[in-house]
């Protein structure tokens, strides 16, 4: 298992009590410690690890502020989509193990499932979610970010409002998309919207194919949606090529991520940054001690943090039951009121930077979600959805 003692998150006030030294995930390991955060070693998302530290580093921080002793965590990685339990087989592992983004799931259940371990998610947003409760030690996996499924909640609640109920449906095509697809479909159609056009069902558009861009703008001039409902990813490809195109005048380009300021034609989407009740006091926070705003990343990382504070103080947690501390159900409390609780041995609920903090096993926290309206002139306006439950 290695550290990054050069981590300026890791020198906060002492929070790493006990720094473990440079070693292999493989190899004897020392005493387990109350938390292991493991990152992805390398591709798309190795460059998460820095913003998920920092986060976690910093509740580490308030948490002993406000006087909890200092957290023994230490730092492993893995190569992405490794089996976990074949890397940790030889290690003893803490109360709480915060798994890698992309971790894979029936794997990572296993793990919690042999070595009766609790498993945070900090950065499991996608498709794979929705089976997640069927998965093996799903009791003991814990979702700490909103699934991107929410932001299409809050799109399906802002076109209900503006009575936006005729539309058309694209994706890039990748399954991640479908799915949102799918579920905006269906989030639509329960609140009376209609799609329009010859498709029963999204229509997958190739924006390097120009007769099937060629195809949806003759489709969307025929028909007059109310807006055109475009899944992907910001600034990819079929978003650029969407915005090149000439549509019908009143019709609203409808995107599950923000709009951008290069279009004449309205727009509505939705902010990246899911956010809890604690959002602007960690921004606040966050952009003192490291320089630059947060996202989504250090908000999950801020989140983890919390939960494991909450372990750390409460004198009844063990090995297997790291979460025992954590209740959704209470009302959150501030860190230093949690903290008073878990010494106390009690059940505790953080107020969450990037979610509401409600998440179960299995089942992902809700958040709130800010959606943006702009306007063919430039102008824009926000809103702001709290999709949470209690």
């Not at 998309?177 to 919207?193: I, K, Y």
């Not at 604690?278 to 989140?303: I, L």
């Not at 041995?345 to 709130?368: C, E, F, H, V, Y």
Request: hydrophobic share 40%; charged share 20%.
């Amino acid at each position: 298992m290695t550290t990054d003692p050069t981590s300026y998150g890791l020198r906060l006030l002492g929070v790493l009590a006990a720094v473990l030294g440079v070693q292999s995930l493989g190899a004897a390991a020392p005493q387990p410690g109350d938390a292991l955060m493991l990152l992805s070693s390398e591709g798309a998302v190795a460059g998460l690890g820095d913003g998920l530290r920092r986060g976690f580093s910093l509740a580490q921080e308030q948490a002993q502020i406000c006087g909890a002793k200092p957290t023994q965590w230490s730092v492993g990685w893995l190569p992405p989509g490794s089996n976990p339990a074949q890397k940790l087989r030889q290690r003893p592992l803490p109360p709480l193990v915060l798994a890698p983004a992309a971790a894979p799931l029936v794997e990572t259940g296993l793990l919690a499932e042999d070595r009766h371990r609790q498993i945070l998610l900090p950065l499991q947003r996608g498709a794979s979610l929705q089976q997640l409760a069927s998965r093996p030690g799903s009791d003991r996996l814990w979702p700490v970010a909103p699934a991107r499924s929410l932001t299409i909640d809050a799109l399906v609640k802002a076109l209900g409002e503006q009575n936006l109920r005729t539309f058309m449906v694209v994706t890039d095509g990748s399954a991640d998309q479908q799915l949102l697809a799918d579920r905006f479909l269906e989030g639509m159609r329960g609140q009376g919207g209609v799609l329009q056009g010859p498709d029963l069902q999204a229509r997958a558009v190739d924006p390097n194919k120009p007769e099937e861009l060629k195809l949806l703008v003759s489709d969307a001039d025929w028909f007059r949606p109310a807006s055109l409902v475009v899944m992907t990813l910001s600034q990819s490809p079929l978003m650029l090529e969407i915005l090149k195109q000439t549509w019908p005048e009143g019709m609203q380009l409808v995107w599950n991520v923000p709009p951008t300021d290069n279009s004449s034609q309205a727009q509505i989407g939705v902010e990246l940054t899911s956010r809890g009740p604690a959002w602007e006091s960690f921004r606040r926070d966050f952009q003192a001690r490291y320089g630059y705003k947060p996202g989504t990343v250090e908000a999950a990382g801020y989140d983890s943090g919390l939960l494991v504070a909450l372990a750390v103080s409460d004198p009844q947690i063990t090995l297997t039951n790291g979460m025992k501390g954590f209740d959704p159900m209470l009302k959150p409390k501030s860190v230093c009121q949690n903290l008073k609780l878990s010494l106390a041995g009690q059940a505790a609920r953080p107020l969450g930077a990037g979610s509401n903090m409600d998440m179960k096993a299995a089942i992902p926290p809700t958040a709130q979600l800010e959606v943006i309206q702009r306007a063919a002139d430039g102008s824009s306006q926000r809103k702001s959805y709290n999709l949470g439950s209690n």
